[in-house]
């Protein structure tokens, strides 16, 4: 019965349109937006909808509570080609110590190709070139603390480059699942970039200030121009996950997150996995609450290597007015 009641309340608070639609005052006010780009083709596949059924070492970017799944090691790289020559990289591994815990570490990378630069005295480009990059380092541990209750926590390098200007920090993730003993119906939630602001500083905002422009004599003094401080994009996920039907011959995954950023209205995720012969994976999602994205499509097969398993997976996410994203990853558990 409380089960079922919980449940019930997940349900009404995903589902509930007020929830969905309300407004977020600091919207659109935080950066290193690049922490919140779906890591993973399967993930982004089920339309994000992760919390409660990832358990492999794509879980250091959705729910740190998921590797404590992982039975010995796990690898995984994952691919993203993003709009305007802007590349996307993730990469993971994880290790379980029996009665000890699981330990991972992983890395993000998002970077564009050299630009010229201009200025307006030099408008064809002063012979210089500019780039920018964000860089993610992390590690993690996680733990069952019962049988049916996993935690996991990670702690994460942030830093962001355009050219010579630098913003950097730390921030905390923190996650848990807790599976309700009804087959492998799982209750999960994560909370992701907590931490404090950041601000750019760098060589190129040094200047040269006139106290007074009265005095066209009087000598400049060395300055350096301020930026103001943003935050990291917190973001704290509520999801439900079930195998609804399991057969010899295929499986059937749902799962529905509800999350909560705090740089925009609330959002819902949802996604399905339908696994035929334990190897062939076909996947569909629709995240409900975003500016642009909507559909997800997706597939993945399952190589397995004697005690080994290599995975390849793939997801295709259709987009308003911006191209479409296509994504590939790669997995290997020994």
Same mark, same amino acid.
């Given at each position: 019965?409380?089960?079922?009641?919980?449940?019930?309340?997940?349900?009404?608070?995903?589902?509930?349109?007020?929830?969905?639609?309300?407004?977020?005052?600091?919207?659109?006010?935080?950066?290193?937006?690049?922490?919140?780009?779906?890591?993973?083709?399967?993930?982004?596949?089920?339309?994000?909808?992760?919390?409660?059924?990832?358990?492999?070492?794509?879980?250091?970017?959705?729910?740190?509570?998921?590797?404590?799944?992982?039975?010995s090691n796990d690898l995984f790289f994952a691919h993203t080609t993003w !709009?305007?020559?802007?590349?996307?990289?993730?990469?993971?591994?994880?290790?379980?110590?029996?009665?000890?815990?699981?330990?991972?570490? /992983?890395?993000?990378?998002?970077?564009?190709?050299?630009?010229?630069?201009?200025?307006?005295?030099?408008?064809?480009?002063?012979?210089?070139?500019?780039?920018?990059?964000?860089?993610?380092?992390?590690?993690?541990?996680?733990? !069952?603390?019962?049988?049916? /209750?996993?935690?996991?926590?990670?702690?994460?390098?942030?830093?962001?480059?355009? !050219?010579?200007?630098?913003?950097?920090?730390?921030?905390?993730?923190?996650?848990?699942? /807790?599976?309700?003993?009804l087959r492998d119906l799982t209750l999960a939630m994560s909370m992701t970039?907590?931490?404090?602001?950041?601000?750019?500083?760098?060589?190129?905002?040094?200047?040269?200030?006139?106290?007074?422009?009265?005095?066209?004599?009087?000598?400049?003094?060395?300055?350096?121009?301020?930026?103001?401080?943003?935050?990291?994009?917190?973001?704290?996920?509520?999801?439900?996950?079930?195998?609804?039907?399991?057969?010899?011959?295929?499986?059937?995954?749902?799962?529905?997150?509800?999350?909560?950023?705090?740089?925009?209205?609330?959002?819902?995720?949802?996604?399905?996995?339908?696994?035929?012969?334990?190897?062939?994976?076909?996947?569909?999602?629709?995240?409900?609450?975003?500016?642009?994205?909507?559909?997800?499509?997706?597939?993945?097969?399952?190589?397995?290597?004697?005690?080994?398993?290599?995975?390849?997976?793939?997801?295709?996410?259709?987009?308003?007015?911006?191209?479409?994203?296509?994504?590939?990853?790669?997995? /290997?558990?020994?």
């Open positions: 019965m409380r089960t079922t009641t919980l449940l019930l309340l997940v349900a009404a608070t995903v589902l509930s349109p007020g929830g969905v639609l309300a407004q977020n005052a600091n919207l659109g006010t935080s950066g290193a937006q690049f922490l919140q780009i779906p890591a993973g083709a399967r993930e982004a596949a089920m339309g994000g909808a992760t919390a409660g059924h990832v358990r492999n070492a794509a879980a250091l970017f959705w729910n740190p509570a998921g590797i404590a799944q992982v039975p !709009w305007a020559t802007i590349d996307l990289n993730h990469a993971a591994y994880v290790h379980t110590f029996e009665d000890i815990g699981s330990v991972g570490a /992983f890395m993000t990378v998002l970077s564009m190709d050299p630009m010229e630069v201009t200025t307006e005295l030099e408008p064809d480009g002063t012979g210089e070139q500019f780039d920018s990059q964000d860089l993610m380092l992390g590690v993690s541990y996680a733990r !069952w603390l019962t049988e049916d /209750f996993a935690v996991g926590v990670s702690v994460k390098y942030v830093n962001q480059r355009i !050219w010579n200007e630098v913003a950097a920090g730390i921030a905390f993730d923190v996650g848990t699942q /807790f599976r309700l003993g970039n907590f931490g404090p602001d950041l601000q750019y500083d760098g060589d190129d905002l040094n200047v040269k200030y006139d106290a007074s422009s009265e005095y066209p004599m009087n000598r400049l003094s060395p300055a350096s121009l301020a930026t103001e401080e943003y935050s990291l994009p917190l973001y704290f996920q509520v999801g439900v996950a079930m195998t609804v039907v399991e057969t010899d011959a295929f499986s059937a995954l749902l799962a529905a997150d509800f999350a909560h950023p705090n740089d925009n209205q609330e959002r819902v995720n949802i996604g399905a996995e339908l696994t035929v012969v334990k190897y062939v994976a076909l996947r569909a999602g629709y995240r409900v609450g975003y500016d642009v994205e909507s559909l997800t499509l997706g597939a993945g097969v399952q190589i397995p290597l004697g005690g080994t398993a290599l995975q390849f997976d793939y997801a295709y996410a259709l987009h308003d007015l911006l191209p479409d994203i296509h994504r590939i990853s790669i997995g /290997f558990g020994f």
